[in-house]
T-cell receptor, first 111, second 115 residues
Framework: SQKIEQNSEALNIQEGKTATLTCNYTNYSPAYLQWYRQDPGRGPVFLLLIRENEKEKRKERLKVTFDTTLKQSLFHITASQPADSAIYLCALSNSGYALNFGKGTSLLVTP | DGGITQSPKYLFRKEGQNVTLSCEQNLNHDAMYWYRQDPGQGLRLIYYSQIVNDFQKGDIAEGYSVSREKKESFPLTVTSAQKNPTAFYLC??????????????FGPGTRLTVL
């Protein structure tokens, strides 16, 4: 069966450090993978999209890697800030018409 | 000011009643989606529509119905046949139906509680 797995345990890090979140998938052959941020009680907000032929993508303090051999994406936030505390969701699709989301990883950045 | 609106933010329903959740977008997007989120869970797709007057079932469509009569609107009806309707419902849209390479824009959500 198809699975998208993200760290189920919350990630607690100190302000200024780099946060690394993992997304592993099975029985998908996605051409693209997306990352979203969700704050409690609100809708997710798109952060980054990476294509299968891109090894790495950056946007300001965010960096995403995509390894189709390992079937894994890593999401990094450098110089983390308390305002980065949220749930981070990865999402991908086989069909291209509907996204499947992981359960998300909760990140807490403490001062 | 473009975006997606959902109403109401909180909704209470008695068991056995149907209820309709509203979703409107002014982003001129072709595709719209409905997701359900339960505590500690990811988003699960209920229905999606790539174009007006067309929609497809997602992974958990049983007990739900939708319509897409206008490009801007994609209402979701939670019927009495839905066994466990208490959840957080999210509507989203994207510029085309090939959502895997188009970001989705989400509304603020409707929290439905069945009493």
């Amino acid at each position: 069966s198809q699975k998208i797995e993200q760290n189920s345990e919350a990630l607690n890090i100190q302000e200024g450090k780099t946060a690394t979140l993992t997304c592993n998938y099975t029985n998908y052959s996605p051409a693209y993978l997306q990352w979203y941020r969700q704050d409690p009680g609100r809708g997710p907000v798109f952060l980054l999209l990476i294509r299968e032929n891109e090894k790495e993508k950056r946007k300001e303090r965010l960096k995403v890697t995509f390894d189709t051999t390992l079937k894994q994406s890593l999401f990094h936030i450098t110089a983390s800030q308390p305002a980065d505390s949220a749930i981070y969701l990865c999402a991908l699709s086989n069909s291209g018409y509907a996204l499947n989301f992981g359960k998300g990883t909760s990140l807490l950045v403490t001062p | 000011d473009g975006g997606i609106t959902q109403s109401p933010k909180y909704l209470f329903r008695k068991e056995g009643q149907n209820v309709t959740l509203s979703c409107e977008q002014n982003l001129n997007h072709d595709a719209m989606y409905w997701y359900r989120q339960d505590p500690g869970q990811g988003l699960r797709l209920i229905y999606y529509s790539q174009i007006v007057n067309d929609f497809q079932k997602g992974d958990i469509a049983e007990g739900y119905s939708v319509s897409r009569e206008k490009k801007e609107s994609f209402p979701l009806t939670v019927t009495s046949a839905q066994k466990n309707p208490t959840a957080f419902y999210l509507c989203a849209s994207s510029s085309s139906g090939r959502s895997s390479y188009n970001e989705q824009f989400f509304g603020p959500g409707t929290r439905l509680t069945v009493l």
